[in-house]
C-alpha cells in the first residue's frame, strides 16, 4: 500500500508540471538553435557591377545554402556582427537571451514574481525580431532571417503559455481584511 502525503502548495498538479517541463526543454531547445542561428545568412546585399567585371562563379549547394560574400553581393550574419561595440553588444543580447533566460528559468519557478521573468522574455522577443528586421532591412532577407523569425514566435508562443499559467495557478487573494478575518 502507498503511503499517501498530501500535495505541496509549490508543486503544480501532475499534469500542469508535464507541461512546464515541456515548455522548459522547448525554451532550452530554442535557445541552442539561437545559438546555431548566428551563423546563418540574414540578408544578402548586391553592389552595381561595373561594365567590365566578369559574372561571379556558379555557386556549389553548400554555398547556395550558406554563401559568401564576393565583389558583387555581401552576405549578412549575426556572427560577423560581434565585436567590442553597442552594435555587437546588441547582437549578443539578440541571439544569446533565450538560452540565458531559458536558464534561469529553473531557478525562478516557484518564485512570488515569476511572471516578471516571463513579460521580460516577451519584450525580449519583440526586441529581437526588431533587431533582425532591421538588420535585414537594407537587403533581401534571406532564410536566415525568416529561421529566427521563426524560432522568436515559437519562443514567444512558450513565453506566453509560461505566462498564463502562472497567472491561473496563483491563488486569489480576498478583498479587504474583514473578510479574511471572517474565514
Not at 540574414?42 to 561594365?51: D, G, I
Not at 547582437?91 to 531557478?107: K, N, S
Request: proline share 7%.
Amino acid at each position: 500500500m502507498k503511503c499517501c502525503r498530501p500535495r505541496s502548495r509549490n508543486h503544480p498538479p501532475l499534469t500542469k508540471r508535464k507541461t512546464l517541463t515541456f515548455v522548459h526543454k522547448l525554451k532550452l531547445s530554442l535557445g541552442v538553435l539561437m545559438i546555431a542561428a548566428l551563423f546563418v545568412p540574414l540578408s544578402e546585399c548586391s553592389h552595381a557591377r561595373k561594365a567590365n567585371d566578369l559574372p561571379p562563379p556558379p555557386k556549389t549547394g553548400m554555398q547556395k545554402i550558406f554563401p559568401r560574400s564576393n565583389a558583387q553581393t555581401e552576405y549578412s550574419y549575426g556572427a560577423t556582427r560581434i565585436g567590442p561595440s553597442l552594435h555587437g553588444a546588441s547582437a549578443v543580447v539578440a541571439f544569446g537571451w533565450p538560452l540565458l533566460l531559458a536558464l534561469l528559468e529553473r531557478r525562478a519557478l516557484g518564485k512570488r514574481r515569476a511572471w516578471l521573468l516571463y513579460v521580460l522574455e516577451l519584450l525580449l522577443c519583440a526586441g529581437t525580431f526588431w533587431w533582425i528586421y532591421a538588420v535585414s532591412e537594407g537587403g533581401r532577407r534571406l532564410w536566415g532571417a525568416y529561421f529566427v523569425f521563426g524560432l522568436m514566435g515559437l519562443y514567444a508562443i512558450a513565453a506566453v503559455v509560461d505566462l498564463s499559467t502562472k497567472t491561473r495557478d496563483r491563488p486569489q487573494r480576498t478583498g479587504s481584511a474583514e473578510v479574511r478575518a471572517q474565514n
